[in-house]
Antibody, heavy 121, light 107 residues
């Protein structure tokens, strides 16, 4: 059974930092791109960042470039998102998901349950 | 960046109805479009990928069509479980972007 379990969310002050983790099981983690998607309270979905199977290629949405860092540890089947210089507008539920980018399919086919990040003083 | 625009934003329908949701891209994305269903408090669920391919386990009443810049998601006969919010997403290039969502409500 495929499982993605996020952790690390919480309440942080503006300008603070947080590191999210996503523990993966049930598939060959090192064979897939992985992604972070966020959803502000009551709002729609926003893609945040992607990382290639071996970590050699990384993409970010403009609003987080220079502040967020996506990474992965294939030996630990884990995905991470280090978030620095957090702003109120970063408040959201953060999901990790599997991206079938390099397959002939595409789309995010497995998702975690999300971890909530709240940026407030 | 490619903008994705869904219409309508809200749709009221009854069980058994045929409904269509439209997604327009600001430039051509080929067939690189996915549709997701999201229920309150739950993660999104992939329904359709590559414009018209049905994800494994998704009922056949869901279908996708279109190409280039205009796409549709059709539910042939609404079931009670289908009332949710639906999002389109392109993956033609980075940054990926989602539509703003279509909330499907019970009439």
């Amino acid at each position: 059974e495929v499982q993605l379990v996020e952790s690390g969310g919480g309440l942080v002050q503006p300008g603070g930092s947080l590191r999210l983790s996503c523990a993966v099981s049930g598939f060959d983690f090192r064979s897939y791109w992985m992604t972070w998607v966020r959803q502000a309270p009551g709002k729609g979905l926003e893609w945040v960042a992607n990382i290639r199977e071996d970590g050699s290629e990384i993409k970010y949405v403009d609003s987080v470039k220079g502040r967020f860092t996506i990474s992965r540890d294939n030996a630990k089947n884990s995905l991470y998102l280090l978030m620095n210089s957090l702003r109120a507008e970063d408040t959201a539920l953060y999901y990790c998901a599997r991206d079938r980018y390099t397959s002939n399919y595409g789309g995010f086919d497995f998702w975690g349950q999300g971890t909530l990040v709240t940026v407030s003083s | 960046d490619i903008q994705m625009t869904q219409s309508p934003s809200t749709l009221s329908a009854s069980v058994g109805d045929r409904v269509t949701i439209t997604c327009r891209a600001s430039q051509s994305i080929g067939m690189w479009l996915a549709w997701y269903q999201q229920k309150p408090g739950k993660a999104p669920k992939l329904l359709i990928y590559k414009e018209s391919s049905l994800q494994s386990g998704v009922p056949s009443r869901f279908s996708g069509s279109g190409s280039g810049t205009e796409f549709t998601l059709t539910i042939s006969s609404l079931q009670p479980d289908d009332f949710a919010t639906y999002y389109c997403q392109h993956y033609n290039n980075f940054p990926y972007t989602f539509g703003q969502g279509t909330k499907l409500e019970i009439k």
